[in-house]
């Protein structure tokens, strides 16, 4: 499985956050290593919401695999 995995979903979106977490439960039971934010009840837009997260996430996961590779 890829070594970093992020998701996000808002429980305002009905079509969407039942399989998030779904898919986040299956993955803990598996223990396949992932970061979920599932939780968050937001009214604007996810992507302007979670941008800065996800940066956070890819450029320390970035970092991880540079090292790892090194």
């Known amino acids: 499985w890829p070594r970093h995995q992020w998701l996000v979903s808002s429980s305002n979106d009905a ?3 039942d399989g ?7 993955l803990i039971a598996l223990g396949i290593p ?3 934010i599932l939780d968050e009840n937001t009214h604007e ?26």
């Open 45 to 70: 837009d996810l992507v302007s919401a979670f941008a800065d997260d996800a940066i956070s996430f890819i450029m320390k996961s970035l970092e991880a695999e540079a090292r790892r590779v090194s």
């Open 15 to 17: 079509r969407w956050h």
């Open 20 to 26: 998030a977490v779904r898919l986040s439960s299956k």
């Open 34 to 36: 992932h970061t979920a």
